[in-house]
């Protein structure tokens, strides 16, 4: 999906969704006090819920971060060779390495 397309599916969505929790308030049998109070009830455990879900969302990401951060590291350290370990057994004279004959 575009961008686009997931900003006006999230539009239709918020607007759809504010238009029946609009709806429902006008149509429901209960007074403006009752639904008042329903509402700002209702509007608390979602802001509980909205808090605990970006909790979760960051957990989550700082999780799925070092979990690449190691695939990274394992794959470098697989494919970059350790170039102690690929040099020493070279033999080389003090004259070779200050390139003297």
Do not use: C
């Amino acid at each position: 999906m575009t961008k686009k397309s997931i900003l006006n599916s999230l539009l239709l969505a918020t607007g759809s969704f504010i238009g029946g929790v609009t709806l429902g308030v006008l149509l429901t049998p209960n007074s403006g006090r009752k639904s008042r109070a329903w509402i700002s009830e209702h509007a608390e455990e979602l802001t509980n819920w909205i808090e605990r879900q970006r909790i979760s969302a960051g957990r989550k990401g700082r999780l799925k971060l070092l979990h690449i951060r190691k695939n990274v590291h394992d794959g470098l350290k697989q494919n970059i060779p350790d170039l102690y370990e690929a040099t020493e057994r070279i033999n080389l004279s003090e004259q070779e390495l200050l390139n003297e004959q």
